[in-house]
């Protein structure tokens, strides 16, 4: 392991005066390790096997990492604890060792603030002697604005938050972020998403998520008023889908165009169940929902719009542009998981927001994406594709499996969610103080695919596009600078969305960026991204001793090399140098100060544990 770090690091501290870049300008690397090597050496990383599961791909990952003092023997800390531990005890699988302090830091900063911590907090954190210090840093990253920005951009990734919101994607995002910061229960949320009227989603913010869903149903409208610029009724369609998968974690898509049966039987068990006309009735509570597209002078007005519920109903027979014909059938609203009917005094979509909050679902499905988001991996995988029908360990249907890896540890979270009125803080509060999220990465031992449900590792991923670029900024104190309305912003993930051209765009996008277009999906690995990072303005622009770079600043204020080398390594990977690697680093500083200090940086950029959260 310290040989691979030395691939890594050594060929990078190589570069004579005449090769490494000493101005802003675009640098021109003569790499040591050619392009071509670099994909071919990696590859196994950035494009595994695509049957390799997330514990193969972790083995890869974290045989790059560093021995450190892991703790054997993780305590049970919550109930947790109780269910994960518990289940490998009676099967004799063996957890891996509790992380480091170093790597604890890291994955829980970038699991709920989607930012590296600072060196300087690095250094604390590792220094603090309190037993109760992990705790403690759970609660002061949830309080951060660091926090709210970075679930406020999860949440528009999840809503697709776009160009079809209009000038209603920042009033969006704003009140996401409010919601957040007040900790706000989030069945109010999902339930004012839902009932959401208004003159102008331009005035009222929950009212954007149904704008952005709309399917424009011709280019030119008749009048001021003309209902058919938008497609009514494959309106109601799409968001039905969407309040099935985001609320419950069913996919509704293949019932919302024909019957499960005979079609279904070997991908979802509840679905091949369910007739069309059950999706008609589930979408009719969107039925009298009226979504009437503002047009001026011959032009729509930046996707604004009214939405209220002046329509007579869903007409099951009517027609679609997106979907085969409907053939009609009941349309009177019944919730498609119990056959409730509305109630004759409350508007159907009112009444729709409340059945769907108050099921045990809706927290079960809430629960499975929030532990996905911190496990890597759902209970229920993927974590939006429940089938109901195979949730009971003790009514799984003939020749068909459990489908949740732990269904009581899921009931027990939900319930949990729910008892605690919904709060997403404590939900993820419970999960970071567990024992089980804070496994390594490392499993000592021979790792077996089966260990995987058990969750008997941390598992591994990549970072988004935004989190790496917010790394990069952090780790090299070069912001990005972005428009924000009036103001000029530092983060990616403080954005409502993506923003930047040229060559951040292409960085962005080769990383995963989400253009939010289709749903979101877990980023996969690419050639592209390796070479990428080597050669990216993003990156070599921002290690260059210029200006007012962390490069230039760590120069000019530690004359002693080796705690320079100390702090790019804190402040980049979030841990020390091992003797090997500080000894290839303070030999290049003594070549030359500048130059070496700045492929340093270059290379820690590069290192696999940067552009992973582990």
């Given at each position: 392991m310290r040989h691979l770090k030395l691939v890594w690091i050594a060929p990078f501290l190589l570069y004579s005066a005449e090769q490494t870049p000493k101005t802003a300008e675009k640098?021109?690397?003569?790499?040591?390790l050619s392009p071509d090597r670099f994909a071919e050496v990696h590859a196994p990383l950035f494009a595994p096997n695509e049957r390799a599961g997330p514990g193969e791909i972790t083995s890869r990952v974290a045989a790059r990492l560093p021995e450190g003092e892991r703790i054997a023997g993780a305590p049970r800390r919550n109930f947790v604890d109780e269910h994960i531990f518990g289940r490998m005890e009676r099967d004799g699988v063996r957890p891996a060792p509790v992380s480091t302090d170093y790597e604890f830091l890291r994955r829980v900063s970038l699991d709920l603030t989607g930012r590296i911590p600072s060196a300087g907090e690095v250094r604390e954190f590792a220094a603090d002697r309190d037993a109760g210090k992990r705790e403690k840093l759970i609660?002061?990253?949830?309080?951060?604005?660091?926090?709210?920005?970075?679930?406020?951009?999860?949440?528009?990734?999840?809503?697709?938050?776009?160009g079809k919101m209009g000038r209603g994607q920042n009033l969006f995002h704003y009140w996401m972020k409010e919601n957040l910061r007040v900790d706000r229960p989030y069945d109010e949320v999902a339930r004012a998403i839902i009932g959401a009227s208004a003159k102008s989603n331009h005035v009222v913010a929950a009212a954007n998520v149904i704008a952005r869903e709309h399917v424009q149903g011709k280019a030119q409208p008749d009048d001021g008023e003309d209902l058919g610029m938008v497609q009514q009724l494959d309106t109601h369609d799409e968001l039905a889908i969407l309040y099935g998968k985001t609320f419950l974690g069913v996919n509704l898509s293949c019932i919302s165009c024909h019957d499960g049966r005979g079609r279904l039987e070997k991908v979802n068990v509840w679905l091949s169940k369910r007739k069309r006309t059950e999706f008609y009735q589930f979408a009719g509570f969107l039925g009298r929902s009226r979504y009437?597209?503002?047009?001026?002078?011959?032009?729509?007005?930046?996707g604004e719009f009214l939405i209220d519920d002046g329509n007579p109903g869903y007409d099951s027979r009517g027609a679609s542009m997106i979907r085969v014909p409907r053939f009609g059938g009941a349309a009177s609203p019944a919730f498609i998981l119990t056959g409730e009917a509305p109630r004759a005094v409350v508007e159907p979509r009112?009444?729709?927001?409340?059945?769907?909050?108050?099921?045990?679902?809706?927290?079960?499905?809430?629960?499975?994406?929030?532990?996905?988001?911190?496990?890597?991996r759902?209970?229920?995988?993927?974590y939006d594709e429940f089938d109901l029908d195979r949730q009971d360990p003790d009514r799984v249907?003939?020749?068909?499996?459990?489908q949740p890896t732990h269904p009581e540890l899921l009931d027990e979270l939900a319930g949990y969610f729910r008892d605690n009125n919904h709060r997403i803080r404590q939900l993820l509060r419970l999960i970071c103080g567990s024992s089980a999220y804070q496994l390594s990465a490392r499993y000592e031992g021979e790792w077996k695919d089966r260990y995987t449900d058990y969750f008997a590792r941390k598992f591994v991923r990549l970072l988004s596009a935004e989190e790496l670029h917010d790394a990069i900024t952090t780790a090299t104190g070069v912001p990005g600078r972005f428009k924000y309305g009036n103001t000029e912003v530092a983060m990616s993930m403080q954005l409502s969305g993506p923003s930047g051209g040229g060559e951040l765009k292409y960085f962005m996008q080769t990383f995963g960026q989400s253009n939010r277009n289709n749903p979101p999906k877990a980023l996969s690995g690419s050639p592209l991204q390796p070479l990428l990072l080597m050669q990216s303005p993003v990156v070599n622009e921002r290690v260059l001793a210029a200006g007012d770079s962390r490069v230039r600043r760590l120069l000019d204020s530690y004359?002693?090399?080796?705690?320079l080398v100390e702090q790019m390594f804190l402040g980049t990977i979030s841990r020390l140098p091992t003797e090997a690697e500080r000894e290839t680093a303070m030999a290049a500083l003594r070549g030359s100060r500048v130059e070496g200090a700045q492929n340093l940086q270059w290379a820690l950029l590069n290192l696999t544990e940067f552009f992973y959260n582990y």
């Open positions: 640098p021109m690397r003569e790499e040591a609660d002061r990253l949830l309080k951060s604005e660091a926090f709210v920005d970075k679930w406020a951009y999860f949440f528009m990734d999840l809503f697709r938050a776009n009437l597209m503002y047009w001026e002078d011959g032009k729509p007005q930046s009112e009444e729709m927001g409340r059945m769907l909050t108050a099921h045990p679902q809706f927290a079960r499905a809430a629960a499975n994406m929030f532990w996905w988001r911190l496990m890597g759902g209970i229920v995988e993927p249907p003939a020749s068909w499996q459990l004359s002693d090399d080796g705690e």
